[in-house]
Structure formats: structure tokens, C-alpha cells
């Protein structure tokens, strides 16, 4: 079986200054800065997104809008309400649902949540700042995800592949 690409995005930074509810909570300006650089960089590094997965959060969902903004195809979209505050062990039962006619898969979600399932995943545990990205090599099936046999490929605001 061929390998699988998982994505994960952490939000771009929020705006606490208002009284929202957290899944209400905006992006701030910051955060609308940062969710395109996240977006060039997918465009630039990635051939194909199949589906992309999304917390309900106001602040995942614009995240992913201006993201696909600079994507030439944006890919499917799927609200799951189970990404909102998912732990680790949670969001890799959402990974091993994924169908296996898709090869490359984005989450976006949060912390601790995001950095967590890398964790899992991988053995290595990334700093996901706000904006940043984790990309994982799955071998196999997308139910492999739960053998935690994984390799992170890169990590960061701005990661570097490997060659």
C-alpha cells in the first residue's frame, strides 16, 4: 500500500479582546496574516489536498478560508464537530476513519490537541505555534494511524521537507 500525507494545522491566532464564546472567538489581524503563509505553503508543497477537516470553531473555519483562498483548487471540506477540543487519542480516531481513496489529508484544529496526535502519531512531539504545520508520512492505510508507526517530515510556521 502506498503512503498517506496527514496535515495538521493549528488555527491562526485568535482575538480574546471580545466577549465570545471560545467556539465564537475571531482570528486577529495577526492570525488573518498568518493563515494565507500557511496556505502559499501547501500550494507550493503539495501536489493535491483530498480532503481537508475542520473544527466547527469560528476561528479553524476562517483559518481554512483564507488558507484554500490561496490554493488553484481548494479541496473538499469537512466540518466535524468532534475536532473542537479533541484530544490526541480522539483526533487519531478521526484519522483512522479517513477513507483510503484519499491519499493527503489536512486537519485543522487546536492545541494541545494538534501537537498531541503528532505526538502519537510519530514519537516526536512539534511545537505548533498558532498558524504552524506538521506533515506526517503514513504508511499504508489511513487505519494505520493507529499502529503510531508515522514519520514527521516537517513541522513549523514554515517547514522544510526533506529532499
Do not use: F
Not at 466577549?19 to 492570525?31: C, H, K, S, V, W
Not at 473555519?61 to 466540518?79: F, G, K, M, Q, S
Amino acid at each position: 500500500m502506498s503512503e498517506r500525507t496527514l496535515v495538521l494545522l493549528r488555527h491562526a491566532k485568535s482575538d480574546w479582546s471580545g466577549g465570545e464564546t471560545d467556539r465564537l472567538r475571531p482570528l486577529a489581524e495577526r492570525g488573518r496574516r498568518q493563515a494565507p503563509d500557511a496556505g502559499r505553503w501547501l500550494a507550493a508543497h503539495l501536489d493535491h489536498i483530498d480532503l481537508v477537516v475542520v473544527s466547527p470553531a469560528r476561528r479553524a473555519r476562517d483559518t481554512w478560508d483564507l488558507v484554500a483562498a490561496e490554493l488553484d483548487t481548494p479541496p473538499p471540506t469537512r466540518i466535524d464537530d468532534r475536532v473542537y477540543a479533541a484530544s490526541g487519542p480522539e483526533l487519531l480516531g478521526i484519522v483512522c476513519e479517513l477513507s483510503d481513496d484519499l491519499d493527503t489529508s489536512v486537519l485543522v484544529g487546536h492545541n494541545p490537541g494538534i501537537e498531541d496526535l503528532a505526538s502519537l502519531l510519530s514519537g516526536e512531539t512539534p511545537r505548533m505555534p498558532t498558524s504552524a504545520l506538521a506533515v506526517l508520512a503514513i504508511p499504508g492505510s489511513w487505519s494505520a494511524a493507529g499502529d503510531r508507526s508515522a514519520t514527521l517530515r516537517a513541522a513549523g510556521r514554515r517547514p522544510t521537507l526533506p529532499e
